[in-house]
Antibody, heavy 122, light 107 residues
Framework: QVQLMESGGGVVQPGKSLRLSCAASGFSFGSYAMNWVRQAPGKGLEWVAAISPNGKNDFYADSVKGRFTISRDNAKSTVYLQMNSLRLDDTAVYHC???????????????WGPGTQVTVSS | IQLTQSPSSLSASVGDRVTITCRASQDIGVYLAWYQHKPGKAPKLLIYAASALQSGVPSRFSGSGSGTDFTLTITGLQPDDFADYYCQQLKSHPPVTFGQGTRLEIK
């Protein structure tokens, strides 16, 4: 059974850093691109970042470019989101998601994890 | 590419047929998906490529459209269907973009 589970969320002050993890199981992790998507309180879904199956290519939303870094460890079947210089408007539930087709970056997201809460507050 | 969903919310009863629309700011062909999201849960892919039903999704869900106008239809609402629904485009990326969402509530 394909499963994704995020961890690493918490409460952090503005300007600080946090690293999220997403552990995958039940599929050939190294063959699939991975994404991070967030949902701020009362808002809709916002794509944050994507990484290619081999980890050599990464992509970011303008709102996080230069502050967030996506990476992956295929040996551990885990994708990470390093979040630096956190701002109040980064407060959200962060979901990881894989895609439905192998070896492509841009594809439909399925499945997703249930998410981890990140709260940026002074 | 901006996606605009309508309505933002709607109330319906079990057994009803409901339609949610998604309009793209430019032609995206059939590069559109629909997701269901319940609070505290993982979003779920329902429809991709505008009209293809994802494996395991009940056949009461259907999608149609191309270009700039798309619809998600649920025929015979079930109690489990009350949730938020989002469209997503994959024609132009990055970024991947989502509509603002439609909340489907029990009447």
């Amino acid at each position: 059974q394909v499963q994704l589970m995020e961890s690493g969320g918490g409460v952090v002050q503005p300007g600080k850093s946090l690293r999220l993890s997403c552990a995958a199981s039940g599929f050939s992790f190294g063959s699939y691109a991975m994404n991070w998507v967030r949902q701020a309180p009362g808002k809709g879904l916002e794509w944050v970042a994507a990484i290619s199956p081999n980890g050599k290519n990464d992509f970011y939303a303008d709102s996080v470019k230069g502050r967030f870094t996506i990476s992956r460890d295929n040996a551990k079947s885990t994708v990470y989101l390093q979040m630096n210089s956190l701002r109040l408007d980064d407060t959200a539930v962060y979901h990881c998601a894989t895609v439905i087709s192998v070896l492509v970056v841009w594809n439909w997201f399925d499945p997703w994890g249930p998410g981890t809460q990140v709260t940026v507050s002074s | 590419i901006q996606l605009t969903q309508s309505p933002s919310s709607l109330s319906a009863s079990v057994g009803d047929r409901v339609t949610i629309t998604c309009r793209a700011s430019q032609d995206i062909g059939v590069y559109l998906a629909w997701y269901q999201h319940k609070p505290g849960k993982a979003p779920k892919l329902l429809i991709y490529a505008a009209s293809a039903l994802q494996s395991g999704v009940p056949s009461r869900f259907s999608g149609s459209g191309s270009g700039t106008d798309f619809t998600l239809t649920i025929t015979g609402l079930q109690p489990d269907d009350f949730a938020d629904y989002y469209c997503q485009q994959l024609k132009s990326h990055p970024p991947v973009t989502f509509g603002q969402g439609t909340r489907l509530e029990i009447k």
